[in-house]
Every structure is written in structure tokens, then in C-alpha cells.
């Protein structure tokens, strides 16, 4: 799964990127410690021109009578996301790239939680693949995404069987919907070499933690 990110580029350098109009009201980084139901910035598409606006990290089913009237779903299976009545509207029609630094994951020793982080090994920021919809709430309107999991790579699975689905640059006009259909394919793990991990502090365990040194690499 993918439970935690981090994003320290600029918004502005961000929409850049990917060649996206910024909102006025995007999240503040550098954030270090990006945990569920917070606010990410996403890259949505429409009729070819992208935003890179901000949703509640944490995908609300429009049945839901609260946004705690179930499950948080943060991430979006890529084998079920076709089929689960959750996702598989947004899965046709409102694919969205949500852009971070890099993310988490822990392995487990035992009963102790070792955190990593994972980037790209060539450093850009990632893509991860997401799916975003609106939920119609008592008190209006709120945006909110999940994002896309598969199978972890040789790479990953050390440390976790789960992985994002991290997009190429290339790929990313293909899942934005603006290069015909076939998105399908692109839900799979990258390649190996990607990219990399180092293990960091533990420190990030909580989700109050906050700061540059939480992605410092430390003695694996």
C-alpha cells in the first residue's frame, strides 16, 4: 500500500512540470510527513488542459452518508479497480496524477516497524496514478482521490508486496485520458531500477512528525 508521501518541490515548479494551471489554494510545502485525509495537489485533465489543484487524500464513495461512514480508502487496487462499485466509475472517467517527492513504507521486523523511503533513483518527482471524485457532503462539496496499488516489483518486495503505480512521463497523457483509451496497461509496478529506498528514522512512525531529517537515509 501506500499509507504516507512526501513532497518538497515547489507548486508552482510542480505545475510546471507538468505542464499544469495552479490553483490558488494548494497545499503548503515542503511537507515531509503527508499522512491520509490531508490535502495533496493532483493533476487533473479536462478537454486537454490540466489543473493541478488540491483533494482530500482518501477516496469518499458517493454513498457514504459521512466521510467516516466507512473504510479510509487512500489506495485503489489496481486488479479490482475495474469492478469494485468504490472505484470503477472514476477509474473510466476521472483518472488524475498526483505528483510527490517520493513515500514510505515500512517493514516489519518482528514486532517492530522499520521505516523506508522510496524516490525515483533519478530524482525527479513521481507520478503516482490516482483516481479522484467529488462527494456531495452536508456542509458542500469535497474533492478526494486514492491512489493506484499494485504488485510489488523484485525491487519492493522486500520490503512490502504492495506498490504504487508510479507513471512515466510518458504515460502520463495516456492516464489523463487525453491520448485515446488504453490506460489499463499502465497499471503495473515500475521496473526495476527505478527506483531507490533507504531506510530513515523511525521518527516518521508518527504521523505528527515533521521535518527535513525524516528522509534522511540511516544504517540499514
Given at each position: 500500500?501506500?499509507?504516507?508521501?512526501?513532497?518538497?518541490?515547489?507548486q508552482?515548479?510542480?505545475?510546471?512540470?507538468?505542464?499544469?494551471v495552479?490553483?490558488?489554494?494548494?497545499?503548503?510545502?515542503?511537507?515531509?510527513?503527508i499522512?491520509?485525509?490531508?490535502?495533496?495537489?493532483?493533476?487533473?485533465?479536462?478537454?486537454?488542459?490540466r489543473?493541478?489543484?488540491?483533494m482530500?487524500?482518501?477516496?469518499?464513495?458517493?454513498?457514504y452518508?459521512?466521510?467516516?461512514?466507512?473504510p479510509?480508502?487512500?489506495?485503489?487496487?489496481?486488479?479490482?479497480?475495474?469492478?469494485?462499485p468504490?472505484?470503477?466509475?472514476?477509474?473510466?472517467?476521472r483518472?488524475?496524477?498526483?505528483?510527490?517527492?517520493?513515500?514510505?513504507?515500512?517493514?516489519?521486523?518482528g514486532?517492530?516497524?522499520?521505516?523506508?523511503?522510496?524516490?525515483?533513483?533519478?530524482?525527479?518527482?513521481?507520478?503516482?496514478?490516482a483516481?479522484?471524485?467529488?462527494?456531495?457532503?452536508?456542509?458542500?462539496?469535497?474533492?478526494?482521490?486514492?491512489?493506484?496499488?499494485?504488485?510489488?516489483n523484485?525491487?519492493?518486495a522486500?520490503?512490502?508486496?504492495?506498490?504504487?503505480?508510479?507513471l512515466?512521463?510518458?504515460d502520463?497523457?495516456?492516464?489523463?485520458?487525453?491520448?485515446?483509451?488504453?490506460?489499463?496497461?499502465?497499471?503495473?509496478?515500475?521496473?526495476n531500477?527505478?527506483?531507490?529506498?533507504?531506510?530513515?528514522?523511525?521518527?516518521?512512525?508518527?504521523?505528527?512528525?515533521?521535518?527535513?531529517?525524516?528522509?534522511?537515509?540511516?544504517?540499514?
Amino acid at each position: 500500500m501506500c499509507g504516507r508521501i512526501a513532497n518538497t518541490v515547489p507548486q508552482t515548479a510542480m505545475a510546471q512540470l507538468f505542464g499544469a494551471v495552479p490553483a490558488n489554494d494548494l497545499p503548503v510545502v515542503p511537507d515531509y510527513n503527508i499522512c491520509p485525509t490531508q490535502a495533496v495537489a493532483v493533476v487533473t485533465s479536462d478537454a486537454g488542459l490540466r489543473h493541478l489543484r488540491p483533494m482530500r487524500w482518501g477516496f469518499i464513495p458517493h454513498w457514504y452518508r459521512a466521510p467516516n461512514d466507512g473504510p479510509l480508502l487512500i489506495n485503489a487496487r489496481a486488479e479490482t479497480i475495474a469492478e469494485k462499485p468504490a472505484f470503477r466509475a472514476a477509474a473510466r472517467a476521472r483518472r488524475c496524477i498526483l505528483p510527490a517527492s517520493g513515500f514510505y513504507e515500512w517493514e516489519r521486523d518482528g514486532k517492530v516497524k522499520l521505516p523506508w523511503f522510496v524516490a525515483r533513483a533519478d530524482g525527479a518527482p513521481m507520478g503516482f496514478a490516482a483516481i479522484w471524485q467529488t462527494w456531495e457532503g452536508a456542509e458542500g462539496p469535497l474533492v478526494t482521490c486514492a491512489i493506484v496499488t499494485t504488485g510489488a516489483n523484485a525491487d519492493m518486495a522486500r520490503i512490502h508486496h504492495r506498490i504504487p503505480v508510479v507513471l512515466e512521463p510518458d504515460d502520463w497523457a495516456l492516464w489523463l485520458g487525453e491520448a485515446g483509451h488504453g490506460a489499463a496497461r499502465l497499471m503495473r509496478a515500475p521496473q526495476n531500477g527505478v527506483l531507490s529506498f533507504h531506510r530513515v528514522g523511525t521518527a516518521v512512525n508518527s504521523n505528527r512528525a515533521e521535518g527535513p531529517e525524516l528522509i534522511d537515509p540511516i544504517e540499514a
